[in-house]
Nanobody
Framework: QGHVQESGGGLVQAGGSLRLSCAAS????????VGWHRQAPGEQRELLAL???????NYADSVKGRFTISRDNAKNTAYLQMNSLKPEDTAVYYC?????????????WGQGTQVTVSS
């Protein structure tokens, strides 16, 4: 059974940086697209960044130029480097690993890590 777990959240001042990690186990990680999402209180979950199996990346406009997604398949881990953090970045951050192998879809979500940015 696959599992992903986020780490690296915490409290940081505006303008600061954090690096989140998403460690996967029980899956062939290199087969999976990995996405970072966040959800602030009272808000819908938002997709921030994706990295595919060939390391192609995409970003939401809200984080483009500030956040960088990466992966290390040898360590079964993906990362989200967050720079120039703003108070509005405060949310619970989730990673998700997804693999489509028709007719099945494999989808694993972590439990989230809190990021709080103080002004």
């Amino acid at each position: 059974q696959g599992h992903v777990q986020e780490s690296g959240g915490g409290l940081v001042q505006a303008g600061g940086s954090l690096r989140l990690s998403c460690a996967a186990s029980g899956i062939i990680f290199s087969r999976y697209t990995v996405g970072w999402h966040r959800q602030a209180p009272g808000e819908q979950r938002e997709l921030l960044a994706l990295i595919t199996t060939d390391h192609s990346t995409n970003y939401a406009d809200s984080v483009k130029g500030r956040f960088t997604i990466s992966r290390d398949n040898a360590k079964n881990t993906a990362y989200l480097q967050m720079n120039s953090l703003k108070p509005e970045d405060t949310a619970v951050y989730y990673c998700a690993a997804n693999w489509v192998d028709p007719p099945r879809t494999y989808d694993y979500w972590g439990q989230g890590t809190q990021v709080t940015v103080s002004s």
